[in-house]
């Protein structure tokens, strides 16, 4: 592979100024963090919220970085004198330069790039999918959730000798997903579902559903699409674009008539299995996270590894080795307890997931600690609401809530012993009260409500007993 130079740098970023140092410095590694930079790398200045990555570049130099590539500084005669043997790249826009940096970089490889988004569960199935795809190629995924238009192109330059590409797409405004789609130009787009995420933002669920599909714009002509059938929006897309959209589209589902189907589902506290019905066969696929959704995570997982011709034994070792990213349906057993950590981020539509999921547990008191669902706007009163309902059709014993909206879900929970906390620490201290042995306790709430802080803290109390 050739590598990156920073005279392709100069020649990809617009308006890019090399201020000192060499033009022909290779540029491997590329990272925003002075803390993680290791000799050779590349620095990004990025200019947050809180701080100005751009001004930390002496720390970047003085830990090694070879390359730094800034906006809004004065690089003065003295600081070439001083930083000649780093290469100092001036750009107008260093989150517009690693976006154009990154576009490169994919034009140099010629693999497969499966691209993932959604309104919910897109990191789970990244994690299914990279890991099934892990049995045939040498693959690189997105970390975490790094999904935005900074994680995206990142992710791309971490590409080296990897033989496939998994990356994951979030947004909360319409255009973005365009974006990164040019940016990543994938060989298979899948969209998990569409939900209400970001409806306050987006104004319904159909805007959210067009900016959903942005993902197919950067889609190969011989590309594929790999949708959730059982989606309505999805469903009656792909009913009208079936026989008529430019590249192949493969389905997957439980209820609608799919490409590849999950029957025989059963689903118990600590996995599924269920037998996965392709157009050429049938085999049996052990999840080992609970829950319906990681069964439609898993078909999914099974539709990408079928389009990239994919052994049975792969797909089944694939799903069954998934690591998952950290506090998403997280369950941990402390002697008679259970915790349920999916406190990273919450929708409607994951709320209803977890909750359902407790409710089918057979566990003694289901208690669920419930936090507001942010970034819906005018739909805050009635999607806290329904969440109430979904706590109620479950039988959840004790609903604790924090949080303004958060009180409508008690109001709907009826039949459940009902708490409202102000603070997380109240929340903590009203669930120390009222868990007993046996019990299960979900917890789950939009990642700016901290509520790792309840969990880490129920856990440490847990293990204290």
């Given at each position: 592979m050739k590598p990156i130079t920073v005279k392709d740098i100069l020649a990809v970023c617009q308006g890019a100024k090399l201020v000192c140092g060499s033009p022909d410095a290779i540029c491997t590694n590329f990272s925003k963090d002075t803390r993680t930079i290791t000799p050779g790398d590349v620095y990004v200045g990025i200019k947050g919220e809180r701080f100005d990555g751009n001004a930390l570049y002496p720390e970047a130099i003085q830990n090694g970085a070879s390359v730094c590539i800034l906006q809004d500084v004065t690089i003065g005669e003295a600081e070439k004198e001083t930083y000649q043997n780093c290469a100092i790249i001036l750009v107008e826009d260093t989150i517009q330069a690693i976006q154009e940096i990154a576009a490169y970089k994919r034009s140099l490889y010629h693999i497969p790039v499966v691209a993932i988004t959604g309104s919910v569960g897109k990191t789970s199935t990244k994690d299914l999918v990279a890991s099934v795809l892990a049995e045939k190629y040498q693959v690189l995924k997105t970390e975490g959730n790094l999904n935005n238009h900074i994680g995206v192109p990142m992710t791309i330059l971490r590409l080296k000798e990897e033989e496939l590409l998994v990356v994951e797409m979030g947004m909360d405004h319409a255009g973005e997903i365009r974006n990164l789609t040019n940016i990543a130009k994938p060989t298979i787009?899948?969209?998990?579902?569409?939900?209400?995420?970001?409806?306050?933002?987006?104004?319904?669920?159909?805007?959210?559903?067009?900016?959903?599909?942005?993902?197919?714009?950067?889609?190969?002509?011989?590309?594929?699409?790999?949708?959730?059938?059982?989606?309505?929006?999805?469903?009656?897309?792909?009913?009208?674009?079936?026989?008529?959209?430019?590249?192949?589209?493969?389905?997957?589902?439980?209820?609608?008539?799919?490409?590849?189907?999950?029957?025989?589902?059963?689903?118990?506290?600590?996995?599924?299995?269920?037998?996965?019905?392709?157009?050429?066969?049938?085999?049996?696929?052990?999840?080992?996270?609970?829950?319906?959704?990681?069964?439609?995570?898993?078909?999914?997982?099974?539709c990408v590894a079928e389009v990239l011709q994919e052994k049975k034994e792969q797909i089944q070792a694939g799903i069954q080795k998934?690591?998952?990213?950290?506090?998403?349906?997280?369950?941990?057993?402390?002697?008679?307890?259970?915790?349920i950590n999916d406190c990273y981020n919450a929708n409607y539509d994951s709320m209803k997931a977890a909750i359902h999921y407790l409710g089918s547990t057979h566990k003694g008191t289901k208690i669920a600690i419930l936090g507001d669902m942010l970034n819906l706007g005018e739909y805050s009163e009635d999607l806290h609401r329904k969440v109430g309902q979904e706590a109620e059709l479950a039988h959840t014993d004790i609903v604790i809530t924090v949080g303004f909206f958060s009180q409508y879900i008690n109001e709907e929970a009826k039949s459940a012993q009902n708490i409202h906390c102000q603070t997380n620490e109240e929340a903590i201290e009203e669930a120390k009260k009222v868990m007993k042995p046996d019990s299960c306790i979900l917890i789950k709430a939009s990642n700016s409500m901290k509520f790792d802080e309840i969990a880490n803290q129920l856990i440490e109390y847990l293990q204290s007993l």
């Open positions: 787009a899948v969209i998990t579902n569409v939900g209400t995420s970001h409806i306050g933002q987006l104004g319904s669920q159909e805007a959210i559903f067009n900016a959903k599909l942005e993902i197919l714009e950067g889609l190969s002509e011989e590309g594929t699409i790999v949708i959730n059938n059982d989606n309505e929006l999805l469903h009656n897309w792909y009913e009208e674009k079936k026989n008529t959209y430019p590249q192949t589209i493969i389905t997957y589902g439980i209820q609608n008539k799919s490409d590849i189907m999950a029957k025989d589902i059963t689903l118990a506290e600590d996995g599924s299995t269920f037998t996965a019905k392709t157009k050429e066969e049938e085999f049996t696929i052990q999840v080992p996270v609970a829950g319906e959704h990681f069964v439609y995570n898993s078909l999914c997982a099974t998934v690591e998952l990213t950290k506090r998403r349906m997280d369950i941990q057993t402390i002697g008679r307890y259970t915790i």
